[in-house]
């Protein structure tokens, strides 16, 4: 709000805080993102060694040479920033985007069953929380549950489930998906129990004046009302529902998405091709959490909350 | 109580019907799915009415505990009934009494996997991953500089899926149980590094006021005041963090290991169509997973029994 201000009024003084303030933001990140990549490329150089210190001594050792094989190896111990680039622009850009060798084709493959879990996962959960809400016996049967069911690492169990499943013949992106269901219901059902009972005794008691029913309750005060829970809930779930993508085409036999590609770079010894894919990965994930915090942002200016 | 007690008799008088159809398919073999579905959901019915009739029935100081355990032993009936009922084969999904037959004749293998994933992986990842995340949220509590910088950073890779790292870290650290204590000590750094800064600042204006006019110096702000009131967000982390570790130490085990391992046994033993000792694995998993965490939540209630989220239940 200030730098807003400032930026309008034009006076000097103003700008110059306003300055200060951009700077007092980005400054640190900037920094930080910064020493990182130089420790990267520092670290380049010994972790390495072992590859390149026969060829550096070829070359006559030096500096100048450590630095050029160091950076370049084909097969790197741990590839430098610039090669990791230069691989995702390789697979991303320069190949069509159906081909077998583009990551958007296999972050396509993963992204669909990412999106068809998170999706299964916000239903399931919010009708468990619906009813958890309504139905004071669920709550005592079944949220002690809810919450046990998440101490088995399911992700850690996920490829076997993988392989039960694909024997039922059921779709390969449904019994993919499935895992990220599981893993997607548990934050939307916590969220939006609580979601659904935060609107104070004061509205609930003008509803009964009303004589609503408890659907009208439901879809009038209390869905309205969870929404800024239910938005939270799903950032986490959208994240974990990319994880539990991922890590469900690990088992062996999958040809296909970002997972199949971390085991093949993995097999082969091809690092760069690991981390083209893990950096790919990221950068969906941060997509999908921008995207609901942009969704977030409109719909609560919709409903006039202050946000 | 007449409702919970006539859901109760429909429930179970479905799972009869449900059984007698899968007997009248001929031959049964589990493979009829809406059928299964079918069964599935008079269980669950059944499981979930009977805590019902229990809940009512029962006197209230009990129902806390056993309510949750009836409705959970219910499921597991429901599943043996289902399985002999469908005669749904083996390799598809054992029955709870094979899984606890092979779990009870397969005891030293489970306690070497245990050894090998928990003890030797789970625990130092966790307990070094924890360690490091809150010094490192102390370090940036100190100097505000890199707060601002790696708080942005850190939120970010919450949010990343960091099991990828799994082949690299394999490759940095070999087959042993070092990667999978290095990807165990990656997954659980940043989750503990946001909550205990978000901890730090959890302390009112009021109580911070109140030492600065006692000229408390930093440290003695710190300990007196708010690594007490980090607490419960620190504890948060540590109960996130003890689920991480195991998925981090079985997942980098698909990547490659010695011949020993929970995340080894369950991936060869699915290749060997062996179910059961799959089974046997995730009742180990589930049963330390469970046990981590209810320790966490005993040590918790001990240190934050002043909490309003503790008060009230009393």
Redesign the interface.
Known sequence: MKTDAAFRSGHSQDMAACAASIAMKHVPLLTVTLAIIIFWYAMCIPMNAVLTAPKIVAAGGGFANTLIFSWSEGRPVLPSPHQVFREIWNTVFAVEPWAIKSLVYHLWITLSSTLVGFLMGGLLGTALAIGIVHVASLEKSLMPWVIASQTIPILAIAPMLIVVLGKTGLPDIFTKASISTYLCFFPVTIGMVKGLRSPDVMQQDLMRTYNASSVQTLWKLRLPASLPFLFASLKVSVAISLTGAIVAELPTGAVAGIGARLLNGSYYGNTLQIWAALFVAAFAAAMLVLLLSALEKYSLKRMGTKA | MIR?TFTLLIGLALCVCVALGFSRSNPPTG?DWALSMAFVICGWVT??SL??VA??TLPKAQ??WL??T???VG?IAAWQAYVHASAIPG???PSPSEIYTKFVSSLPTLAADFVQTIVRAVIPGWLIGCCAGFLTALVCDRYD??????L??GN?V???????????L???FGFDWQSKAAMVVVMTFFPMLINTLAGLNASGHMERDLMRGYGASWVATLLKLRLPAAMPFIFNALKINS?LA??G???AE???TPIVG??FR??TE?GRQG?DM?WAE?AV??LA??AF?GLLALVELKVTFWHPSYQRRR
């Open positions: 919970a493979q499981a979930w805590s019902w809940d009512l129902t806390r309510v949750p009836i409705f959970g499921v390799v598809l999904l500089f890199l707060r601002r910088g790696l942005p950073f970010l919450a949010a990343l899926p960091i099991v990828g790292m799994a082949p690299i394999v490759m940095w689920t195991m998925i130490a079985i997942v698909f990547f490659g929970m995340g369950m991936s699915v179910l799959v995730i998993a589930a997973g469970s965490y």
